[in-house]
């Protein structure tokens, strides 16, 4: 039996083989014994570098004909042994390991650049929403955390920046959105194996109240009604106010879409001003495109005054095409402007804050009148659900969140009114006691 040389100890992962760089030599017939080469996701031995600190490496396999491995680096020998565990873990579970040299800033860049741009070729992301992707990466995300490396991103530095950010004056729902932001980047990051965890998932979320804040009352709501009695787009207010839809989707309708005969309206896109991708000389242009979810696609009831204020447009819109002859720019649509063209939505909302101003309502939204819409018909006892429906919301969830405290005050007002048949105007009535039997 020969006698048998170990040069160097090994330290092995669990399950796995770890690479040494020693090896075992038969004494009596003077030839090593060289180990099996190390399969994939084998670790070397730790190895302290001339600079103090330790090196691991872990055998990632043959990726494009190469073989790959990771170093990884620690103060201590058992730190790297700690790291070299986990990433074999990591590894055995399907997770890529991270890169080391990719920033947060070039990550971000390419996926705006790249990715968004890809998704919106292939009509899977929004125009709108790719912009606002593209404004909070360059404005916030690049800016903040840039410099840092992708894998070495933690939850502590998105808690940091949403904090800065709070602090600066930005309101909850730009925080939610920086965060949303980040999020789905480096789900991208991870689907791409970049990083091994999504750390915008694991930061404290953002709390966001949705609840409608400011709305017309009924007294508002006719004297609005009264100053644009008359006005070209007179048809347009009552459309909004009296359906509850969106501006861009109003501004969207055409006249295929609506059946006066038949009293209904059909919601099937938005109009909404872009930025312009393809080097065109307009920073930006208007686009009809789908609407804001696949629930926005709804058919509406129209009522007496909603039709024939539509009735009234159709004949004001044929005189005024027929002044202009043929240099009527023809869309079909239902609200256009005196040549026929599309409305912008920011002109046609500064029309409107200034027809409320002269009306004394103050500077309004004509999103406003979309939440009154909905306060309008709460107000009258229209269950949540159709509410929601009426408004294409995505789920009642939604309608809930926007409007819950109005279904709140209804069912107090409920309790109340319950109250006053059983006892009265008295708040506190004393019990009536009933005779015992027999007595």
């Not at 103060?75 to 040299?101: C, W």
């Not at 920046?161 to 930005?170: D, E, P, W």
């Amino acid at each position: 039996m020969s006698d048998c040389l170990t040069v160097a100890p090994a330290v092995e992962l669990p399950g796995r083989r770890l690479e040494t760089t020693c090896e075992e030599v038969d004494v009596a017939q003077g030839s090593p014994k060289v180990r099996p080469r190390r399969g994939r996701g084998e670790g070397s031995i730790p190895k302290q570098r001339p600079d103090g600190r330790w090196e691991g490496k872990l055998d990632l396999g043959y990726v494009g004909g190469k073989r790959r491995r990771k170093s990884v680096y620690g103060r201590t020998r058992t730190e790297v042994a700690s790291k070299l565990r986990k990433l074999a873990t990591g590894l055995e579970e399907g997770q890529p390991p991270g890169d080391d040299r990719t920033t947060v800033a070039w990550w971000l860049r390419h996926w705006s650049d790249t990715i968004l741009v890809r998704r919106l070729a292939n009509g899977t992301l929004a125009d709108k929403t790719a912009n606002g992707y593209a404004d909070i990466v360059r404005l916030h995300l690049i800016p903040e955390l840039g410099h840092l490396k992708l894998a070495k991103l933690a939850p502590e530095h998105v808690d940091s920046l949403i904090s800065t950010k709070q602090q600066a004056g930005y309101s909850p729902n730009t925080c939610r959105l920086i965060r949303t932001t980040l999020r789905r980047a480096l789900n991208d990051a991870r689907r791409s194996g970049k990083v091994t965890r999504n750390v915008a998932e694991l930061s404290e979320p953002v709390a966001v109240g949705r609840r409608a804040s400011t709305w017309l009352t009924p007294e508002e709501a006719r004297i609005l009604l009264g100053a644009v009695r008359g006005h070209r787009l007179e048809a347009l207010y009552l459309v909004i106010l009296g359906l509850g839809l969106r501006r861009g989707e109003a501004l969207a309708l055409a006249w295929s879409d609506v059946d006066l005969d038949a009293r209904t309206l059909r919601v099937g896109a938005s109009l909404a001003r872009q930025r312009t991708r393809d080097g065109g000389t307009a920073a930006t242009h208007l686009v009809i495109s789908r609407p804001k979810t696949a629930s926005s696609w709804r058919t509406q009831a129209l009522t007496d005054p909603v039709v024939e204020a539509l009735r009234e447009h159709r004949k004001r819109q044929a005189a005024e095409r027929l002044a202009v002859g043929p240099a009527w720019d023809d869309h079909g649509l239902v609200f256009t402007t005196e040549l026929g063209h599309t409305l912008d939505p920011d002109n046609f909302s500064r029309a409107f804050t200034r027809i409320a101003q002269e009306a004394g309502l103050g500077k309004r939204h004509p999103h406003e009148l979309r939440h009154s819409a909905a306060t309008f018909a709460l107000a009258q006892g229209v269950p949540l659900h159709v509410v929601s429906s009426t408004l294409g919301h995505s789920s009642i969830a939604v309608t809930k969140d926007v409007y819950g405290h109005l279904v709140e005050e209804q069912r107090r007002e409920a309790a109340e009114a319950v109250s006053r048949v059983l006892w009265g105007s008295s708040p506190n009535p004393e019990p009536t006691r009933r005779p015992s039997p027999g007595l």
